[in-house]
């Protein structure tokens, strides 16, 4: 007889099955609540299937016999090919996660030990770190920003204009820039100049990038179209006067007194500017700087006039060589050999007693100051590549000073003549002597303002600045000071006057700063060291020269430095008046352009 299974009335499905039947399924899979007990096979949920298959054969109704065993059968065979199936699929993922939880779950680390996974932890952690962030993303920081601390830190800016009025104004932007970098401005000084043109005529978002000789601004509309506008400088002709009327042109600008087109009219005019003084008389004026050089040293009135008859000889002789485009390193050099050798001659020949000074003074007429000054500047304003180009030629001009020196020795021992004594002899503090020093101060200070083209009334006030500082260099030294410290002090000092008072007089402090500390310049120190490099005796050795030479350059370094550090102390007196002003005018005090005068129609 064959047994068939009894079904329940209600849903059909057997009773109770076979032996053969429930002894083929695994107990993992017939028991789902025995499946919670182990988290590898837990997952599989097969166990239904089966059951399934069975209520669909057995719920037929009629006579089942002849069908049940083949039910059983095949329900064997499937079960058992499902098992074979989830076998190989668990040997293949061992790690394969539960399908009820489809949630992402972090990989096992039971095989790593504990400092292992302390080290993901922190690696994890880092690195999350590093890909999020905490702090605030960086803004790009406004352009006006700049004007902070400079004459022009409070324009009254007008509103943005159209198109092409915004390719006027940085037409305008560029050429007073190009004005100012020909004329011997300071690249910091151009900068912030066309940062307040463009601020004040309502090109709040341009943007500079000034180099030594090429300048370009950008400026983006609120509609997305780039202008760009460049200038190249060329070439360099020192002119003070056309700098103090750029800085004025500029200032007038920024304080709302003058609009775009007044803008452009004295700008064309500042461009024809002539020089406020002929070429003989500034060729008069640098021979007048070097005679007072020369008294100021301690040279007799036969040196004085020598000393004036060679400065205008080299300096008209440079002149001529340098129309043929010879570079300056040669010039120099020639000009440097020339004072030399007439030093020595004058001093076999019994003319003077001291040709040392007049060799010194020689060399202050030939050193780079405004160079040096400018590299320095901007070295110390964040302009590493403008900084590095003026001191290759700051450091060429230098070369050429030592070659010529050197040459103009070698060639005097080479004639015959006596080598220079340059031991220098110590003298008392007298009145007479002071008084007299005080004055060759202030003329060598009104002679370099005269020689940098600076109109007639910056003449005085150069004076001025140039004696606060050489009496303070004077006082120092008698208190035993060491010279490169003494240099810095006194050049600050004088950096520290000459600001305010070039901006009260609508100038910028370069014009009072470079005529000032033409009498701390080290000429005498550099002229020692190089005559030990070259005449070596048994007293002087080569190093002994060679680390005196670099004391000198570091002390004539050190001028430029405390210039800078004069002006940037001197930063907060003017501060303040240029905020007032400003202020004065957009409360309506004071008279306004308004929007026809602001910007070009």
Not at 402 to 427: K, N, T, W
Request: hydrophobic share 50%.
């Amino acid at each position: 007889m064959t047994q068939r299974p009894s079904h329940d009335a209600a849903t059909g499905a057997p009773s109770a099955p076979d032996e053969a039947t429930t002894a083929d399924i695994p107990l993992d899979r017939a028991d789902p609540a025995g499946a919670d007990e182990n988290a590898t096979t837990a997952d599989i949920p097969v166990d239904r299937a089966p059951a399934e298959v069975v209520r669909d054969q057995d719920t037929t109704t009629g006579p089942v016999t002849g069908r049940s065993e083949a039910g059983s059968q095949a329900l064997r065979e499937l079960l058992e090919r499902t098992r074979a199936q989830r076998l190989a699929e668990l040997q293949a993922q061992p790690m394969r996660t539960s399908t009820r939880a489809p949630k992402q779950t972090k990989p096992r680390t039971d095989h790593l030990g504990a400092s292992q996974r302390v080290a993901q932890r922190v690696a994890r952690r880092t690195v999350g770190r590093l890909v999020t962030g905490t702090s605030v993303n960086t803004q790009p920081v406004p352009i006006i920003t700049v004007l902070k601390g400079t004459p022009y830190q409070a324009p009254v800016q007008a509103s943005e204009p159209g198109e092409d009025e915004a390719r006027m104004i940085l037409d305008l932007a560029a050429d007073i820039a190009a004005i100012m970098m020909r004329a011997g401005a300071g690249t910091n000084d151009i900068e912030v100049s066309v940062i307040a043109a463009c601020t004040a005529c309502g090109l709040s978002t341009a943007e500079v990038d000034l180099t030594s000789s090429t300048l370009v601004v950008h400026y983006s509309t609120s509609d997305g179209r780039l202008m760009t506008v460049m200038r190249v400088n060329r070439g360099e002709s020192t002119h003070y006067a056309k700098l103090a009327s750029v800085h004025k042109l500029v200032s007038d600008l920024v304080d709302g007194r003058i609009g775009f087109m007044d803008a452009r009219s004295r700008l064309d005019a500042i461009r024809s500017q002539r020089r406020p003084f002929k070429e003989w008389f500034v060729t008069g004026a640098w021979g007048l700087m070097v005679g007072s050089l020369v008294l100021l040293l301690g040279g007799g009135p036969v040196a004085i006039i020598l000393g004036i008859a060679m400065a205008v000889f080299i300096f008209q002789l440079g002149k001529l060589i340098g129309r043929t485009s010879l570079p300056s390193f040669f010039i120099t050099a020639l000009q440097a050999a020339i004072g030399t050798l007439v030093a020595m001659a004058a001093g076999n020949f019994g003319l003077i007693d001291s040709p040392q000074y007049l060799v010194a003074a020689a060399i202050v007429l030939l050193l780079p100051t405004q160079a040096l000054y400018s590299s320095v500047q901007d070295a110390l304003t964040n302009f590493p590549l403008t900084a590095a180009g003026r001191l290759v030629g700051v450091f060429l001009s230098f070369a050429g000073i030592v070659s010529g020196l050197a040459f103009g020795v070698a060639c005097g021992q080479a004639l015959g003549m006596q080598p220079i004594e340059i031991l220098v002899p110590r003298s008392g503090v007298h009145v007479v002597a002071m008084i007299v020093s005080l004055g060759a101060a202030a003329v060598v200070a009104m002679a370099g303002a005269v020689g940098m083209q600076a109109s007639r009334r910056f003449i005085l006030p150069a004076a001025v600045v140039g004696l606060a500082s050489f009496i303070t260099m004077m006082s120092l030294t008698l208190l035993g000071m060491d010279n490169v410290l003494a240099s810095l002090l006194s050049a600050t000092v004088a950096g520290f006057l000459a600001r305010p008072l070039a901006l009260r007089l609508g100038a910028p402090a370069i014009v009072l700063t470079i005529p000032a500390i033409y009498t701390l310049l080290q000429g005498l120190s550099i002229f020692t060291a190089v005559y030990r490099i070259v005449a070596e005796t048994e007293t002087t050795t080569f190093a002994e020269g060679l680390s005196a030479l670099f004391t000198a350059i570091l002390a004539n370094a050190a001028l430029a430095v405390g210039a800078v550090l004069g002006s940037y102390l001197a930063r907060p007196l003017k501060g303040r008046r240029a905020e007032t002003v400003a202020e004065t005018v957009r409360s309506g005090d004071a008279p306004a352009p308004g929007d026809g005068t602001q910007r070009p129609a």
